[in-house]
Antibody, heavy 121, light 106 residues
Framework: QVQLVQSGAEVKKPGASVKVSCKAS????????LSWVRQAPGQGLEWMGW????????NYAQKLQGRVTMTTDTSTSTAYLELRSLRSDDTAVYYC??????????????WGRGTTVTVSS | DIQMTQSPSTLSASVGDRVTITCRAS??????LAWYQQKPGKAPNLLIY???SLESGVPSRFSGSGSGTEFTLTISSLQPDDFATYYC????????FGQGTKVEIK
């Protein structure tokens, strides 16, 4: 079946970087994009950005520009999210989601279970 | 960014009720709108895309309507499994979500 399996929880200190992985299976990886969405404790959903698994194109939310990098590895059908210069307000559950859009970011039909990232000194 | 505003923020309802949630966009998004359901500790689940298209496997009691700046999600007869938080999301430009509507037991 179609699924996205994310890497495990992370605890980081302020100023550090984190890299979260998302391994896809059950579908042709390069036929879809991948969006990353985060959710701070008790808060709503925040779209972080999108990457094309076909050609590696990316679009990032403006507030994260310069701190975020999204990549894909087609040989392993895995997407990666790297967030740098972590702050306490980056503490959240980070989700990857299959995105039907091939240009920017569209609706998301399959989601990973989420990766908890805690930023604390 | 396009701002998405949902109302109400919280909704108290009983099993069998007809429930309507509204989502308004700060500018026209045509029909580029999706609805998601999220339960505590779980990932969101896509219900509706392109404003009114029902995602495969989603019960037919869920329906979506609207275009331009005003949209609704309707649950025709609320079931016990439907108590959750619902989010709208626009994808006319850089995607943004509404703040969520929690549907709780009355």
């Amino acid at each position: 079946q179609v699924q996205l399996v994310q890497s495990g929880a992370e605890v980081k200190k302020p100023g550090a970087s984190v890299k979260v992985s998302c391994k896809a299976s059950g579908y042709t990886f390069t036929n879809y994009g991948l969006s990353w969405v985060r959710q701070a404790p008790g808060q709503g959903l925040e779209w972080m950005g999108w990457t094309s698994a076909y050609n590696g194109n990316t679009n990032y939310a403006q507030k994260l520009q310069g701190r975020v990098t999204m990549t894909t590895d087609t040989s392993t059908s895995t997407a990666y999210l790297e967030l740098r210069s972590l702050r306490s307000d980056d503490t959240a559950v980070y989700y990857c989601a299959r995105d039907e859009n091939q240009v920017l970011g569209g609706h998301m039909d399959v989601w990973g279970r989420g990766t908890t990232v805690t930023v604390s000194s | 960014d396009i701002q998405m505003t949902q109302s109400p923020s919280t909704l108290s309802a009983s099993v069998g009720d007809r429930v309507t949630i509204t989502c308004r966009a700060s500018q026209s998004i045509s029909s580029w709108l999706a609805w998601y359901q999220q339960k505590p500790g779980k990932a969101p689940n896509l219900l509706i895309y392109k404003a009114s298209s029902l995602e495969s496997g989603v019960p037919s009691r869920f329906s979506g309507s609207g275009s331009g700046t005003e949209f609704t999600l309707t649950i025709s007869s609320l079931q016990p499994d439907d108590f959750a938080t619902y989010y709208c999301q626009q994808y006319n430009s850089y995607p943004t979500f509404g703040q969520g509507t929690k549907v709780e037991i009355k």
